[in-house]
């Protein structure tokens, strides 16, 4: 986990550095000052929408009711050398902090730290109606895990630290020139990635009131700029990936799991890329006797993959959020390969030129079966 806030820190580095790069206006503004005026301020609550199958809602969550808050800083960009910030309609990146209860003491009372990129829908001039729609990933503590003897009704995580994933879009109307008042609805999900059982992870649809603030608003240049033609070359992409995944909730082994990954893709348009390639997986518990009983140690029980397809939804010229749908040739069920596609979800950071470092999940049809820790090299880029 603590891998987990290394990584959620370094992508939002990303963020804060995309949106302080190319803003000197000139000698006697500083960097300092730049950020200051574009500062966004915005508190938020949230409540209802538990989302569990019956057996685990008659279990887990009978009788809890979830609450939460959530209070976020942000920059939002303005005219500079990346086009993506006016492609985008200018969007605010930032930190926030979040914080729950399901009132019921074996949940706990979750908090995170997360980043996140909010970004205006069809913006209109003089119009005090506004859409916007939010990606944020994080780390997530206080979580009351499973135990057997101290804490058997929660089926759902093993862990008190976990993944944090929030996606958004809420409707908002000015009250003044910098205040304005939203609502709309949340999506959250809590994972470990299988790193300990049970992870059927929590999921959340919310709905949200909020408040944003923007002291600054009328200093932002939000003026066009020439766009740069979309890109016509592929990019090649290779990657490497690995994490830690528990077979069964019967041992308490962690097995090390791995991918190697290689991609074409090209751009559709300037936000997206698509594309294809292979995966191929190692899964250390093919070498073990208790997971792969007669096939332990055997090549093609440590091996799988098979071809997917790539998607790159490209935020800004250094973050990707990337995914993947791919289908195995070769499979082992006692890995947790347990469906014949698989998915993947993530963000990639360029760190320097082509070099990207991030984290995806990967997951049978809704069912985690890793997180990945990846990095990679794009050819073209």
Known sequence: MLKTLHYSLLTLTGFLASITSGYAQNDSTSVIQQIKKRIVLQAEVENGGILAEKSIRDVTFEDAY????????????????????????????????????????????????????????????????????????????????????????????????????????KVNYALTAKLKAGVGLSFHHFSNGALRLPNKGINLVPLTASLTYTPYADQLDKSSSVISPMPKQVFYTLSFGAGLKQISRDSDKRFYKSTFSAYASKHISHKWRLGGGMDIFYSQSGSDEEVAGANSGKLSARLSGGPSLYIAHVLNKNLVLNGNIGAYVHRQEFNGETQLLFLRAGARYYVYKNINAGVSIKAHMGKADFIEWTAGYTFGR
Request: net charge positive.
């Open 66 to 169: 979830y609450n939460a808050i959530n209070f976020r800083v942000g920059w939002q960009t303005q005219k500079s050398k990346d086009s993506y910030h006016q492609l985008y309609n200018y969007p605010t990146y930032g930190i926030g902090i979040y914080s729950s209860t399901f009132n019921k003491p074996t949940i706990g009372k979750p908090f995170a730290i997360y980043g996140y990129v909010e970004i205006p829908m069809y913006p209109k001039a003089g119009s005090r109606w506004s859409y916007d729609y939010r990606i944020a990933l994080g780390l997530s503590g206080n979580f009351k895990p499973f135990d057997a003897e101290e804490n058997p009704l929660n089926l759902v995580i093993g862990t008190k630290n976990n993944v944090f994933i929030d996606l958004g879009a």
